[in-house]
């Protein structure tokens, strides 16, 4: 059938690793996004570590200058883009074909090519430790420093050429997940009767489109900057540095959105399930949302109010960035009003959950003190930001990705986690996150600047820097207690029904781990909160195992295709004839791709 | 469910559009964002180069006027060639294919001798004193076409050549023009490989037909999109830049 010259015979059923490479299961593929994405956070994680420890007291000289400048610029552009978006989408890929009754996404092999092509830039950035150091310009690169001129080494090429690879594989999973979520929906499941998880992904993977290319365009024009000598950022011709100011947080300040909203939908999960109740206001969550997703287009210069734009521009972004707050205070509310009179089962999920609620909070609080200009002006560049965006990313976006992974590790894994060890790690990591960062808005209102690498006993930072320095350690110490949990209780853990938590979504009608059909019959959709209403009703029905499911083949070529742009992109930095090499086996990848059917015929 | 195979009208989706097309609508938004940020960069920047040459020293109207025409028509001949594949003409797909993939080239072999010409521009200045030519480009002429000039007159001849050619490097107008108008003619030479791959498949029994014809409406989707991003193009950095009033 297939008319392409290279005959390579399909896999129809690998094994062992093949398995993992081929499979284009969009359930295997979400494990192996939030594998990939967990290490890869450990990896960020021990950079923090030596930072700390280097601030750990004034005038120490454990790390050098330079060092401490790579550490900070890889610690910031991994966690973002290497850990938390991809841990993101783990949960899309998991997910949302299971919470819309379908049996994979619109496109599985283009699912297959977006994971391994993030694989390759995670791979493409971190190599950058070992072929002459790190990028070292922070992980908004403002130029100029990040020019030719003040940067010499490979550092930033890797940097700019690994954030393209990321995203290609990011745009490519969010058309992926559009089409899915607007063509793939189980009869009867509208638009208003979709779970919040899926609506705020639907939301998410449109700003990633819509963000993403903005982004593109300000690291090619760096890139040519760096690579054939154009004046882009090049003051002395006319360049205007401010520029990459504007295009970056043009896709940076949705960027924020497209980290924080997957968490608001997976907290948005969690706490009905454990209140025993609906959602309170489900509209008015999913309007808000909404609401976030086009504001958040309007408030990127609050990131720039000392560039001296001006009074005027000054303010309306002041105001932009107040009015923002509003969406965002209205779902805390909304959840509140979810554990209002509910009866609340204060599981480890549900901890991470209200944990996210308040951490999420003091971290929304202190970024509305941020949008008055004026006092930004004292804030800007010191460790209060530093405190104010680790209050919304850790405690915002991954303290509920955590809660998220303890509320579906029966459905992933088909087995419970520790109850007990679950709590205590949530305690320690709770409280030890409060350690790390809440010191930090004193350090940072006293003046200390983000990003230097040692400071003078004179200043007074001392007492607090080395709490945050000791609360880094507990922060290890209670990831350790999850890491071991989740290992555990993985190989050895008690096995899990379909749906142990008396839950709400579709996800948990199937068994645990669902088939790789997922659903044997695709469901008929009635109500919101479908299973929930059913399992009331009595309507459930006995599930039903079937072997006649017709599910796309695994295959080869979007590995392929993604090797491809790996020794591309090391060629684009390194080496012309390598970049011709890898280019040309995506373009094999892709024409032998498009020429495969999903299915070979019987 | 999986990818949709395009053999049947009706789509076996929830909302009845085809899944593939709907990717492509995606990917056209994102797209346009793409090219909406090198614009905005072209337009930022427009008026701020240090040196010469500006769009003035170089476009000729006339003749990138030609090549978006032909571009234009190649859209019209791209409709043709979906009409006639749904009506189940094979010949007459293939003719309008093949000549709108033509259009697409020609397009394309404008933009070289165009990119080519600006790189080796000169111009000619009169060595008399207070030669008006020299007073207009003066603040434009960079130090060494300056004293290119003044060797130049200085052999006694009436009339210097200086090099006045323009690459991505020389200055900012080069740089943002070369990069926007780059990215889009690599847009057009991806359309015409996909337009040629169309056409030369159309020649295996079964491969393009009137029941397949959401393939030539997606490549038709994405070149009608090419199109549409040049004219934006040829308004804002062409006629813009050649007419003071803009
Ligand atoms: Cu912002």
């Known amino acids: ?191 208003s009767r979709l779970p919040v998880f899926t609506w705020m992904s639907f939301i998410t993977a449109i700003l990633l489109v819509l963000a993403f290319p903005v982004i593109t365009v300000a690291l090619i024009e760096l890139q040519f900057d760096r690579f054939y000598g154009t004046n882009f950022f090049i003051t002395s011709a006319g360049g205007n540095p401010i520029l990459w100011q504007h295009l970056f947080w043009v896709f940076g300040h949705p960027e924020v959105y497209i980290l924080i909203l997957p968490a608001m939908g997976i907290v948005s999960e969690i706490l009905p399930t454990f209140s025993k109740k609906p959602l309170f206001g489900y509209p008015v969550v999913i309007l808000s949302g909404i609401i976030i997703g086009f504001m958040g287009w309007m408030v990127w210069s609050h990131h720039m109010f000392t560039v001296g ?181 993985w190989i050895g853990g008690e096995k899990a029904s379909g749906d142990p938590w008396d839950a709400r979504t579709l996800e948990w009608s199937i068994s645990s781990p669902p088939p790789e059909y997922n659903f044997a019959v695709i469901p008929t959709i009635e109500y919101r909160d479908d299973w929930w209403e059913k399992k009331m009703l009595g309507k459930t029905s006995e599930e039903i195992t079937s072997d006649d499911v017709h599910l796309p083949q695994p295959s080869y070529w979007p590995f392929i295709a993604s090797l491809g742009l790996l020794i591309a992109g090391f060629g684009i930095i390194l080496s012309i004839p390598v970049a011709i090499l890898g280019a040309s086996i995506t373009m094999i990848g892709v024409y032998a791709w498009s020429f495969e059917p999903v299915n070979d015929p019987h | 469910m999986s990818e949709p195979n395009n053999h049947s009208t009706h789509e076996d989706t929830t909302t009845g559009l085809n899944h593939r ?129 003044k060797k130049q007159c200085a052999d006694g001849i009436e009339e210097a050549h200086v090099e006045f050619g323009m690459t991505p490097r020389t200055n900012l107008f080069g740089t943002t023009f070369f990069v926007l108008t780059g990215f889009h003619g690599a847009h057009v030479t991806l359309g015409v490989i996909w337009l040629l791959s169309l056409f030369f498949y159309s020649f295996k029994r079964g491969a393009v037909s009137a029941e397949r014809h959401l393939d030539v409406d997606l490549a038709a989707l994405y070149w009608h999109f090419v199109d549409i991003v040049w004219i934006v193009i040829f308004t804002v950095v062409y006629l813009f830049g050649v007419y003071e009033g803009f």
């Not at chain 1, 409280?431 to 007074?460: C, D, K, V, W």
Request: charged share 10%; with cysteine.
């Open chain 1, 1 to 191: 059938m297939t008319s392409f010259p290279l005959q390579i015979s399909r896999p129809i059923h690998p094994t062992g690793i093949w398995n993992w490479i081929t499979t284009i299961d969009h359930k295997k593929i979400g494990i192996l996004y939030g594998v990939s994405a967990f290490i890869l956070f450990i990896i960020g994680g021990i950079e923090a570590m030596l930072m700390r420890a280097q601030l750990a007291s004034s005038n120490l000289k454990i790390i050098d200058p330079e060092l401490y400048n790579q550490l900070f610029t890889m610690h910031g552009t991994t966690m973002i883009f290497l850990a938390i978006m991809p841990m993101g989408a783990a949960f899309f890929n998991y997910l949302i074909p299971l919470q819309i009754g379908a049996r994979d996404v619109a496109f599985p092999r283009l699912n297959a090519f977006s994971y391994w092509t993030f694989l390759a830039g995670a791979i493409i950035l971190n190599a950058s430790w070992f072929l002459g150091g790190a990028p070292n310009a922070g992980w908004f690169g403002y130029a100029p420093i990040t020019g030719k001129a003040y940067n010499v080494g490979h550092g930033i090429d890797f940097w700019i050429i690994s954030l393209q690879v990321l995203g290609i594989a990011s745009l490519a999973a969010a058309f992926n997940f559009i089409v899915t979520i607007i063509n793939m929906r189980a009869p009867g499941m509208t638009f």
């Open chain 1, 309 to 489: 734009l001006g009074p005027v521009a000054n303010s309306v972004f002041a105001l932009t960035t107040m009015a923002i707050a509003i969406p965002t205070g209205v779902k805390i509310f909304n959840w509140l009003g979810t554990l209002w009179k509910g009866s609340l089962t204060l599981n480890t999920p549900m901890l991470y959950a209200i944990g996210f609620i308040l951490t999420f909070t003091i971290g929304g609080i202190s970024g509305v003190m941020h949008s008055q200009a004026a006092s930004d002006a004292q804030q800007q560049d010191t460790y209060f930001i530093v405190a104010h965006i680790h209050y919304v990313l850790f405690g915002g976006s991954l303290i509920a990705i955590l809660g998220g992974i303890y509320y579906w590790f029966p459905k992933f894994t088909g087995r419970m986690y520790d109850e007990k060890m679950g709590k205590l790690g949530f305690y320690a990591f709770f409280i030890a996150m409060q350690i790390t960062f809440f010191p930090m808005h004193f350090t940072g209102l006293n003046g200390m600047p983000r990003r230097i690498y040692t400071y003078g006993s004179e200043y007074g930072w001392d007492f607090w820097n080395l709490i945050s320095t000791i609360g880094v350690l507990l922060l290890a110490i209670s990831m350790v207690i999850f890491i071991y949990n989740i290992v555990s209780s």
């Open chain 2, 21 to 149: 097309k709907l990717l492509m609508w995606a990917f056209l938004g994102s797209d346009c964002m793409f090219f909406a940020s090198l614009i905005a960069t072209y337009l930022v920047y427009k008026g701020k180069s240090v040196t010469g040459p500006d769009p003035i020293d170089l476009f000729s109207i006339p003749v990138t006027s030609v090549s978006t025409f032909v571009l234009l028509m190649s859209s019209m001949s791209m409709v043709l060639a979906y009409a006639a594949l749904t009506k189940g003409s094979l010949k007459g797909f293939r003719v309008w294919m093949l000549s709108t993939a033509i259009m697409g080239m020609t397009f394309l072999g404008f933009q070289v001798f165009e990119f080519r010409d600006f790189t080796v521009n000169e111009v000619k200045i009169s060595c008399e004193e207070n030669s008006p030519k020299y007073i207009e480009l003066e603040s434009k002429l960079s130090s060494k076409q300056k004293s290119d000039y």
